[in-house]
């Protein structure tokens, strides 16, 4: 594994993405919100699961970077840096299995989060 310069990177982050097979590209996931949640809530098609993900993202700090990766790599499922990825497009709505409720819930809705410009055409439409 190469080192990568950053002044607040200390030895035991350094140690720690050693750890975790990280090369030093992949540094920026020591700081992820997500690090220790659960990841199978990323992964999930249930709405609740989804909207609490992208809470997740909403306070994480590195967002923009995972989402950048996720787009580097082609990522065909689940949420990164705040976006739901359904194959390989960005979801910005979504609703539960099965026949609509004449009155919404009000779990129904996802955060919304801005899509960055240059991400745009990976928008789905009428998804």
């Known amino acids: 594994m190469t080192t990568i310069e950053r002044p607040d990177l200390t030895a035991a982050d350094l140690s720690a993405a050693t750890d975790l097979g990280l090369t030093a590209i992949d540094v920026w996931m020591i700081d992820a919100g997500c690090r220790d949640l659960d990841t199978a809530l990323f992964f999930s098609d249930e709405l609740d699961d989804i909207a609490e993900a992208k809470r997740a993202c909403l306070a994480c700090p590195v967002r923009t970077r995972c989402l950048d990766a996720a787009v580097e790599r082609g990522e065909q499922y689940g949420v990164w840096g705040g976006h739901l990825f359904v194959a390989g497009r960005i979801v910005l709505s979504k ?12 779990g129904d809705t996802l955060p919304e989060v801005e899509v960055p410009e240059v991400y745009r055409p990976l928008v789905a439409a009428g998804v």
């Open 95 to 106: 609703r539960r299995r099965g026949r609509p409720p004449k009155n919404p819930r009000p």
